[in-house]
């Protein structure tokens, strides 16, 4: 069968989610590469490296939140601050599709004092809301307010309070000279339920001394090998890989939907304004064009609907 996605869809093979338990099932272990995502994100949306670090960080995160989910199981992961980026979103399924956007791919904040990309400042103030979709109806979705901006730290603090998981989260995202990117990754380790004490303390003190994510990958190293220099000590089983691809829902026919959901007038003014319309998608930049022709046709289906309602 053609694959109906292929346009803006994007397979890459070094991009995963490795998933795994260490400490004999008291650790739920996650890290994931989405490297080749990130640049193809960056490229269909001409992002500059705030973008690109805030973005990649948390698409890595809403990577390893979908791996964590089942079958039709989505998860959009939304962070609206109050700065220049403006809103983050990124969502994702439990087959490794992924997609996001930054609302301002342009924004500009100056280094912080370590002489750094300033994501706290480029995200500023507001919250982070995480939005499951499990198909049962309505989604559930929980938020947290932003406690650092840096992203990583945000979703720790949404495992810890919104699902009462202690969790420790590593995001990175290494931006190069030319704005390509390359690396992009993270690692979430999680005390499962019967977790010991001892167990639960050695994570909160690994906080400090986490690798640096995007060096690892920088250096060739795979999700596994994120989660063996982080947690080799602890003797982590590896159970699943989950390919990621850069993917979007977005379609000619649902273009045709939103044309149609404006109404027969306004189609019309369109015609008559701009002889056309086109519709660009905010997830892959995909642009549709509709001619007069295919507008006039809209137009004639919504009064055949109309007539048969
Ligand atoms: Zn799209």
Request: charge should be negative; include cysteine.
């Amino acid at each position: 069968m053609e694959n109906p996605r292929a346009k803006n869809s994007t397979e890459t093979n070094t991009d995963y989610v490795a998933q795994g338990t260490a400490a004999n099932g008291q650790i739920r272990a996650l890290a994931v590469v989405n490297t080749g995502i990130v640049e193809e994100v960056r490229r269909r949306h001409q992002m500059l490296p705030w973008a690109s670090a805030a973005l990649g960080r948390t698409m890595a995160a809403t990577a390893m939140l979908g791996a964590m989910l089942k079958d039709k199981d989505r998860v959009t992961v939304q962070i609206v601050g109050d700065g220049p980026l403006g809103q983050i979103v990124a969502d994702g399924d439990a087959h490794g599709n992924l997609r996001g956007y930054v609302s301002n791919p342009h924004a500009q904040v100056p280094n912080n004092s370590q002489g750094k990309l300033n994501i706290r400042e480029a995200v500023g103030e507001g919250h982070l809301w995480v939005i499951r979709d499990l198909g049962l109806g309505e989604p559930y979705s929980g938020s947290v307010p932003l406690v650092s901006g840096e992203i990583a730290e945000d979703f720790a603090s949404y495992f810890a309070r919104s699902e009462q998981t202690p969790s420790v989260v590593a995001l990175g995202v290494l931006v190069d000279r030319d704005y390509s990117i390359r690396a992009a990754g993270g690692l979430i380790l999680q005390l499962l339920p019967g977790a010991s004490e001892g167990i639960a303390i050695i994570l909160e003190h690994m906080l400090k001394d986490l690798p640096p994510i995007s060096g690892i990958i920088d250096g060739g190293g795979t999700p596994e090998d994120i989660i063996q220099e982080a947690i080799g000590d602890l003797e982590p089983k590896f159970l699943h890989r989950l390919p990621l691809r850069f993917a979007c829902t977005c379609s000619r026919k649902r273009g045709e939907a939103t044309l149609i959901a404006l109404g027969p007038k306004e189609l019309e003014e369109l015609i008559l304004e701009q002889g056309m319309a086109e519709l660009t998608c905010h997830f892959c930049q995909e642009q549709y064009v509709y001619t007069k022709e295919d507008l006039e046709s809209l137009i004639d289906q919504i009064a055949v609907e109309k007539a048969t309602d």
